[in-house]
């Protein structure tokens, strides 16, 4: 499946005003950038976002304590692209042809209004531009792969994606955020033809791999205190997630790095068996519960890595769905493992 597309040449988005977008979508649906049917009853609408906004999400600095009031006010205040999101998923997944144009429907007006791309005003609003755009063009690989496409939809989302690399390029800290950040850039690079993209995720995946010790851990995750196995787990999905991208943009079997996902694979499973040990190294008393669908990318992406690894301590069912991270991990799978 190929799913590279034209690009808009890394045209200058135009920052349009609130008073300005009715007017802007009412030419793009003239012009036929829009369909009819998004105007339809059926179709639901999501309000487009010109810039995230958010709270911080947690109470200290450490970034081990949640915030609840903070992460209640961020979901309300990211629902639209919470909801556009998670539709958007679900009908691609579904292969649900009628919701899959009134997606991709949405998807224009988002794009005809320059959405995302308003610089956010702090970290917490950039760290949730990162997620969605994530998982939009998770969405738009998989649409891509049912062969529905649209150039100012994928030219749109490569432009959010560059703001978020923008973002993200000069931290020095390599956590799960920015091995996110590189599955960002390396999805919307397998998506249009983009050098920049396909280096930045390339290099996010080296600055990872290399990030993991001897011992298997991260030492930025250890500073996390009580959440550090949670977001070890999330860094060892993220690590799988952009490996698997980087070796279909490469056309590659493997670019490398088995022994440490393994070894950081091996220390996250005995973590599991036995919470102190990465208490200890956490330097706190004890570890908070982390939710097994962090787990769906290594159970999808890496089967055998699960079964010899994970398996061993890590007990349940492990969730396949993320609507707001773009949907069925399953059926992400199939999309990165579809002949080339």
């Not at 955020?177 to 390339?202: H, K, N, Q």
């Not at 004890?286 to 669908?293: H, I, K, P, R």
Request: proline share 4%; glycine share 8%; aromatic share 6%.
């Amino acid at each position: 499946m190929n799913f590279v597309s034209s690009t808009r040449g890394g045209a200058t988005p135009t920052v349009m005003g609130p008073s300005f977008r009715t007017i802007a979508l009412v030419m793009a649906v003239t012009a036929g950038l829009l369909p009819v049917v998004l105007w339809a009853k059926e179709c639901p609408t999501f309000d487009p976002v010109r810039t995230v906004e958010a709270l911080s999400h947690y109470s200290d600095e450490a970034g081990s304590e949640v915030d609840v009031e903070n992460r209640s006010a961020t979901f309300e205040l990211t629902r639209s692209i919470r909801q556009l999101v998670s539709y958007s998923a679900d009908a691609m997944d579904h292969r649900a042809t009628d919701r899959m144009e009134c997606s991709f429907g949405q998807l224009k007006v988002w794009a005809a209004a320059d959405a995302l791309l308003g610089q956010p005003a702090n970290f917490a609003g950039k760290r949730n531009r990162l997620r969605y755009a994530q998982g939009i063009n998770v969405v738009l690989l998989k649409a891509a792969h049912q062969g529905m496409r649209a150039d100012i939809v994928q030219n749109w989302s490569q432009e959010v994606t560059r703001a978020v690399v923008t973002d993200f390029r000069g931290r020095k800290r390599i956590d799960n955020l920015r091995v996110a950040s590189g599955i960002a850039a390396a999805s919307s690079a397998l998506l249009l033809a983009d050098p920049m993209l396909e280096a930045y995720g390339a290099q996010t995946l080296a600055l990872a791999l290399e990030a993991i010790s001897n011992e298997g851990f991260v030492a930025a995750e250890l500073t996390r205190g009580s959440r550090a196995r949670l977001y070890h787990a999330a860094y060892l999905s993220g690590v799988v997630t952009l490996k698997a991208l980087m070796e279909r943009l490469s056309e590659k079997k493997t670019v490398g790095g088995e022994d440490r996902i393994s070894r950081l694979a091996e220390t996250l499973s005995e973590s599991f068996c036995d919470p102190s040990m990465m208490s200890s190294r956490a330097k706190v008393a004890s570890q908070q519960d982390v939710s097994l669908a962090t787990f769906a990318p290594v159970q999808v992406l890496t089967p055998d890595l699960w079964r010899q690894s994970l398996a061993r301590c890590v007990r349940g069912k492990v969730p396949m769905v993320n609507p707001a991270g773009g949907g069925d991990w399953r059926e992400f799978g199939r999309v990165l493992a579809a002949p080339g």
